[in-house]
């Protein structure tokens, strides 16, 4: 052990501009890149209106996360929040769910890696890649959390350029009515093929569960109290910034695809991000695409290495992981946390032997539908926090209690959605499944105050 734990703590090594990035970096996915083709085509340009929504109610969401942090900032994450206002059993379930989102979406996430690559190496092993990256973040991540804010701040400034240029093409293309192989870019598109609506209620409700999708780690701002510099500034001026981001880079991007082309045009078997810029003539937007998707996934791949060991230091802190997940490096680095779900998401690599690519659409799946369930916890621990401090804070969630519980109904009613949807009924069922394991398993584990 480099140091005992009982005197060290985190590092709050991470700055203002990282938060902020981190919190762009959350909202916005492989998903929005390739995606958001198959998500038009099921809904049309009401798909505009379901990000309007879904993004109002993640914003309602990490208010109350926000508020939850600022309550007391000495709290690591908010796994802390979960076991004061819900007790040791929910922090139980919460850290390790939570740990399993990232675990399982980084999985899927490294094998996509391995496909991206042999775009520009056709010859190269698809196990090499996710290898190679994985290794790679692993290390940056061991030297110190400085330098996760860093790339992750370079990961998310490329997710952004690229949206922001699909947007500066869109809105060209539009002003000079720029011809396309399907006619001529005009906002007109938004409503002449079918009307806003095209896809009826059932197509407009479908759509739901492809965009809440796009939002998962939009939360894991929520991970960095415990290592930003100045969290009563950093983190209200992130999570205050997500409807800009949401109306910027979602719906603008929504916007700009369907004014270029008609939403009945948009193939799915290419991202629509490369069909506009095609559309200009940009002989190498396959390539540049490429790029920014391969970006995305380290990103996310990124973001799971650290989300994963601070889950289990939290964990291990309340006594409910083992107690050398407690150890921090000279760096102030949770370093056996890290290097346990690094070593399981080394499995990957032997999937992508063993493993069929269907198991991996179940597992991204389970893990989509775990972080809905984390949410709601998040949003229970804030009321149940409000409960006690009826008064709130500095940041008190706008609305109380009506936006919360709303809230709370609304990914209800997103879950009951999924049971309907053949594709993800499966992963429903598992998550639940995995939800009702670890609530019997926690009431095996004694809470680290009873075991002192």
Known sequence: MDKKTDDQHLSRSLKSRHITMIAIGGAIGTGLFLGSGTAIRAAGPSIILTYLIVGLFCFFMMRALGELLLADPTKRSFIDSVKEYLGDRMEFVAGWAYWSCWLTLAMADLTATGIYLEYWFPSLPQWVGPLVILVLLMLINMINVGLFGELETWFSLIKVFAIVALIVVGLVMVVFRVKTGTGTASLTNLYTHGGFFPRGAVGFLMSFQMVVFAFVGIEMVGLTAGETANPQEDIPRAINTLPVRIGLFYIGSMLAIMAVYPWNQIKTSSSPFVQVFAGIGITGAAALLNFVVLTAAMSATNSAIFSTSRSLYSLAQGGNAPKGFQ?????????????????????????????????????????????????????????????????????????????????????????????????????LIISLIFFLVLFVASGRVKPAAEKE
């Open 327 to 427: 150890e921090l490096s000279r760096q102030a680095v949770p370093v056996k946390a890290m290097r346990f779900s690094s070593l399981i998401l080394f499995v990957v690599v032997i999937l992508n032997y063993v493993m069929p690519a269907g198991i991996f659409t179940v597992i991204s799946g389970v893990s989509t539908i775990n972080f809905i369930i984390v949410w709601l916890i998040i949003l229970w621990a804030h009321i149940k926090y409000r409960a006690a401090h009826p008064e709130g804070n500095a940041f008190a969630m706008p609305g109380f209690p009506y936006t919360s519980w709303l809230t709370i109904f609304f990914f209800i009613a997103i879950l009951v959605i999924l049971l309907f949807i053949d594709s993800t009924r499966l992963s």
